[in-house]
């Protein structure tokens, strides 16, 4: 079955420190990927997608790829700030002939604190 | 900003009364979702619509049903509320983008904080 895999947090880095989440998945077919953030009290914004192997998905600062091969899709920014905390979700959207329903398949989430 | 309300945004209630939690969009989207988050688990599907009048069950349906009449509101009824259906509740709709039906984002509302007691 279809499943994505995060690592466990919380994560606590200094500002301007670098950042990786780390993101594995399994799935049949091309599933496309993505990552939402969820700041405190509120919903889950998109923050990048890749469709496709190879894809960069960006925003933001902050960078994935879609790497087929391992089946992941790993979180980075170069230069996390304050503003960062959060905690960020990797999700996939399995892809199937005929149709899809179009529902997300989220990991757990990983929370990030980014202290001054 | 995808349109997308919840009401209400906070409810308490107690084990064994029936509640309904709406989602309202205003932009015309075909799919809609319900999923609940809970702690250690991420973000679940519960119920999803492809359209007025069509749903189907997801990953965790059990005791919970939903409607959509309209293609603007899907309603979320916990029919008899337990204290396991504590959760927050997110309605979500499927943006547009071209190509490959797996590429297309889904874009949340607020969320609905429900406490059973």
């Known amino acids: 079955g279809n499943s994505v895999t995060q690592m466990e947090g919380p994560v606590t880095l200094s500002e301007e420190a670098f950042l990786t989440i780390n993101c594995t998945y399994t799935?049949?077919?091309?599933?496309?990927l993505f990552w939402y953030v969820q700041y405190p009290g509120e919903g889950l914004q998109l923050l990048l997608k890749?469709?496709?192997?190879?894809d960069k998905g960006s925003n933001k600062g902050f960078e994935a790829t879609y790497r087929k091969e391992t089946t992941s899709f790993h979180l980075e920014k170069g230069s996390v700030q304050v503003s960062d905390s959060a905690v960020y979700f990797c999700?996939?959207?399995?892809?199937?002939?005929?149709?899809?329903?179009?529902?997300?398949?989220f990991g757990k989430g990983t929370k990030l604190s980014v202290k001054p | 900003d995808a349109g997308i309300t919840q009401s209400p945004r906070h409810k308490v209630t107690e084990t064994g009364t029936p509640v309904t939690l709406r989602c309202h969009q205003t932009?015309?989207?075909?799919?809609m979702y319900w999923y609940r988050q809970d702690p250690g688990h991420g973000l679940r599907l519960i119920h999803y619509?492809?359209?007025?009048?069509?749903?189907d069950k997801g990953e965790v349906s059990d005791g919970y049903s939903v409607s959509r009449s309209k293609t603007e509101d899907f309603l979320l009824t916990l029919e008899s509320a337990t204290s396991s259906q504590t959760s927050v509740y997110f309605c979500?709709?499927?943006?547009?983008?071209?190509?490959?039906?797996?590429?297309?984002?889904?874009?949340f509302g607020p969320g609905t904080r429900l406490t059973v007691t």
């Open positions: 979500a709709i499927m943006g547009g983008s071209r190509g490959s039906p797996g590429a297309y984002e889904q874009y």
């Open positions: 619509s492809y359209g007025v009048k069509d749903t």
């Open positions: 999700a996939l959207s399995p892809f199937s002939f005929g149709g899809s329903q179009g529902n997300l398949i």
């Open positions: 890749a469709t496709k192997a190879d």
């Open positions: 932009e015309n989207h075909r799919y």
């Open positions: 799935a049949t077919g091309y599933p496309s």
